[in-house]
């Protein structure tokens, strides 16, 4: 993706549609007669000029379909609009070669759409790591083993390294594909740990584990020096919850070592995430930060076979806004790219169900993977094993046959 950024627009319900349409400050009358026509495929530029939009407009009618535009936008009265193309992907392949010969910069929105139409049609295959290729035929199953005291629904469970030893080899047993090692509470309000005391926490153990378990070990740290020594005592991923926005050396690391990454968003650091959870557009944010961690991997070297990309259940993120994330997880299809999600146990479950307790949170939880499989995510990763292995699979079977 590169300047215009165009991205799969997906809307599960007419309100869904007509509520997109108002938000770009659509005129009434154009909103009652596109929400219909939306049952097609959407696909949403932002904040193009006025006389771009005004050229995908009349193409797009000519090909039997349409393109919303803030109202203005004919007459330039206004800058510039946000755009929803709205049509078949025949339709919308065919304004690709139309647009090859159109000024104003629309050639390279040609290039950029093309791409994005045949991403959103090709499943990534695998996923490679430092030490193998992992298949995506079926989700993945990555398992929290926490060696913390203060995560927010299993800490202080595994500080034991005989316990973390145990739980791990459990899980494995259990189905798991990876094992995501962590050293550092990610919660909410949690106070940062210093990269010593994260490295004491993690290390030992992963070597222990990385001479027994056949299934992938993956690290869930931002900085470059804890990842660094979890590679070489036998990880294979590095998982930043920063999306290599925290510590400038991690992408050369990741790329140096082959690893596997997950590039995850937030919205500041865990101590301050849940200040501010309000969005003017949600999953446009998320894509265009998504995007630009992609960017920085791209940049140090990292191949895409070895990234995959995470929205962020819970992490700058109110409950509304994580409901959103999953309902239109499909959007992030538009990457080409593999996508995890991490919903297990978390507060948004507790809220809707009424559920204080986290370990009460187990069939909230298996709604969301469920869901998640459906709408195209190929790793889960969740505190309960053998129950998510069931949901994810039973999800893929029902999807796939």
Same mark, same amino acid.
């Given at each position: 993706?590169?300047?215009?950024?165009?991205?799969?627009?997906?809307?599960?319900?007419?309100?869904?549609?007509?509520?997109?349409?108002?938000?770009?400050?659509?005129?009434?009358?154009?909103?009652?007669?596109?929400?219909?026509?939306?049952?097609?495929?959407?696909?949403?530029?932002?904040?193009?000029?006025?006389?771009?939009?005004?050229?995908? $407009?009349?193409?797009?009618?000519?090909? %039997?379909?349409?393109?919303?535009?803030?109202?203005?936008?004919?007459?330039?009265?206004?800058?510039?609009?946000?755009?929803?193309?709205?049509?078949?992907?025949?339709?919308?392949?065919?304004?690709?070669?139309?647009?090859?010969?159109?000024?104003?910069?629309?050639?390279?929105?040609?290039?950029?759409?093309?791409?994005?139409l045949t991403r959103i049609t090709s499943v990534p295959a695998g996923w490679r790591t430092s030490r193998r290729s992992l298949s995506l035929h079926r989700p993945l199953i990555m398992g929290i083993l926490n060696i913390t005291p203060d995560s927010f629904?299993?800490?202080?469970?595994?500080?034991?390294?005989?316990?973390?030893?145990?739980?791990?080899?459990?899980?494995?047993?259990?189905?798991?594909?990876?094992?995501?090692?962590? %050293?550092?509470?990610?919660?909410?309000?949690?106070?940062?740990?210093?990269?010593?005391?994260?490295?004491?926490?993690?290390?030992?153990?992963?070597?222990?584990?990385?001479?027994?378990?056949?299934?992938?070990?993956?690290?869930?740290?931002? $900085?470059?020096?804890?990842? %660094?020594?979890?590679?070489?005592?036998?990880?294979?991923?590095?998982?930043?919850?920063?999306?290599?926005?925290?510590?400038?050396?991690?992408?050369?690391?990741?790329?140096?070592?082959?690893?596997?990454?997950?590039?995850?968003?937030?919205?500041?650091?865990?101590?301050?995430?849940?200040?501010?959870?309000?969005?003017?557009?949600?999953?446009?944010?998320?894509?265009?930060?998504?995007?630009?961690?992609?960017?920085?991997?791209?940049?140090? %070297?990292?191949?895409?076979?070895?990234?995959?990309?995470?929205?962020?259940?819970?992490?700058g993120k109110g409950a509304a806004g994580n409901l959103e994330v999953v309902r239109r997880l499909a959007e992030f299809s538009g990457f080409g790219l593999p996508v995890l999600i991490g919903p297990s146990r978390k507060m948004f479950i507790g809220k809707v169900l009424g559920r204080e307790q986290t370990d009460d949170r187990l069939f909230g939880t298996a709604a969301v993977v469920a869901l998640s499989v459906s709408h195209g995510a190929s790793i889960l990763r969740v505190h309960?094993?053998?129950?998510?292995?069931?949901?994810?699979?039973?999800?893929?079977?029902?999807?796939?046959?």
């Amino acid at each position: 993706m590169g300047h215009f950024l165009p991205r799969l627009l997906v809307v599960p319900t007419p309100e869904h549609a007509a509520r997109e349409l108002r938000r770009m400050a659509v005129d009434s009358h154009g909103i009652a007669e596109m929400v219909p026509k939306m049952r097609t495929l959407c696909i949403e530029l932002s904040r193009i000029k006025c006389r771009q939009a005004n050229v995908l $407009k009349q193409e797009m009618l000519s090909l %039997g379909g349409d393109a919303a535009v803030a109202r203005g936008t004919v007459a330039c009265s206004i800058d510039s609009t946000d755009c929803i193309l709205i049509g078949t992907a025949k339709q919308l392949a065919r304004l690709c070669r139309k647009l090859e010969t159109q000024p104003f910069g629309l050639p390279e929105l040609a290039v950029e759409l093309d791409t994005l139409l045949t991403r959103i049609t090709s499943v990534p295959a695998g996923w490679r790591t430092s030490r193998r290729s992992l298949s995506l035929h079926r989700p993945l199953i990555m398992g929290i083993l926490n060696i913390t005291p203060d995560s927010f629904s299993d800490g202080g469970r595994c500080n034991d390294p005989d316990r973390a030893f145990e739980k791990a080899l459990m899980m494995e047993s259990e189905g798991a594909d990876i094992i995501d090692i962590g %050293g550092e509470s990610t919660r909410p309000g949690a106070a940062p740990v210093s990269s010593e005391e994260e490295i004491g926490r993690i290390v030992p153990i992963i070597e222990r584990l990385a001479a027994t378990l056949k299934c992938a070990i993956s690290v869930d740290t931002w $900085k470059s020096e804890v990842a %660094g020594r979890a590679l070489s005592a036998g990880a294979e991923i590095i998982n930043d919850i920063s999306g290599f926005n925290f510590d400038p050396q991690m992408p050369g690391l990741a790329a140096a070592c082959g690893a596997g990454v997950v590039l995850m968003h937030t919205r500041g650091t865990p101590d301050r995430m849940q200040q501010d959870t309000s969005y003017d557009d949600l999953m446009t944010e998320i894509t265009a930060a998504l995007h630009a961690s992609v960017v920085r991997a791209h940049e140090a %070297g990292i191949s895409d076979h070895c990234i995959a990309i995470d929205p962020g259940i819970g992490f700058g993120k109110g409950a509304a806004g994580n409901l959103e994330v999953v309902r239109r997880l499909a959007e992030f299809s538009g990457f080409g790219l593999p996508v995890l999600i991490g919903p297990s146990r978390k507060m948004f479950i507790g809220k809707v169900l009424g559920r204080e307790q986290t370990d009460d949170r187990l069939f909230g939880t298996a709604a969301v993977v469920a869901l998640s499989v459906s709408h195209g995510a190929s790793i889960l990763r969740v505190h309960d094993v053998r129950a998510m292995r069931d949901v994810a699979d039973m999800a893929h079977a029902v999807m796939h046959g």
